[in-house]
């Protein structure tokens, strides 16, 4: 790696909004680096050897806190885990409160999930440390969002021009959003696909194509990533049952071999099997749903680095 870091323009990363085209381009080709680092037989370079990361998860997760805690590893940054399921949050503990003290065994940067829209804007108007959102409720998963272009680009060698659908729950989704704001910055074209009830009515403001017909969706895309309905964020009576969602929006390999084109397939993880994708499409050569994970630990580094090279 080269050592000079060219700088974001964001010390935070709270969205994708935060983001100018020139910052995704530099994520994802300080990614390519890291990639490649990851292949080699020692993985770990020493980047971050000064720097002491905290991961607070308010909600749970497998790929994101773990490929972020590897990514900090891989940096050689120190790093500790905070899992509010097992902390001093049931006892009351306010957000800020909690956050100062864990800041205050010195720690530099806070990565932190949480259950509510906006909570890491709101925690980075009263710290001081440098915050990367790891995912706030329905809002915004960014580093989620730059894995998947990462691997887009890397099967295809660019985002722009791609025809991306995103296919289900997208009025509950913040990979949806943080997915759509990242590839139109890109020069991608975006359409999301699902049900009428769980499209949110704003969407059309943001310039994406809206299907309600899945095999019209499929047909018009290159790209297809699938979207996991987000019971824990849903009332009930959306829909009237997973099994009729399925019927409707289900990917299966019945509707992959009736289109006249190959497709690629992405999902965010975790995959809800039988449901929004069956196992025969999500484990076919069309899918890149493992590649997404692996390419992970790479845009994380990527992000981590980077802003880390906004410190003094
Ligand atoms: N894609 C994603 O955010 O997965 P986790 O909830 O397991 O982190």
Redesign the pocket.
Known sequence: MSTTIEQLSTRHLLGIKDLNENDIQLILDTAANFKEVLNRPIKKVPSLRDITIANVFFEN?????LSFELAEKRLSADTINFAASSSSVSKGETLIDTVNNILAMKVDMIVMRHPYAGAGIFLSKHIDAQIVNA?DGAHE?PT?ALLDSFSIRERFGDVAGRKVAIVGDILHSRVALSNILCLQKQGAEVMVCGPTTLIPKYISSLGVKVEHNLRKALQWCDVANMLRIQLERQEIGYFPSLREYSMLYGLNKDILDSLDKEITIMH???INRGVEITSDVADSKHSIILEQVENGVAVRMAVLYLLAGQRG
Do not use: F, I, K, M
């Open positions: 997760s497998t790929r994101t806190r995912g998963h989620q965010p993880g975790p």
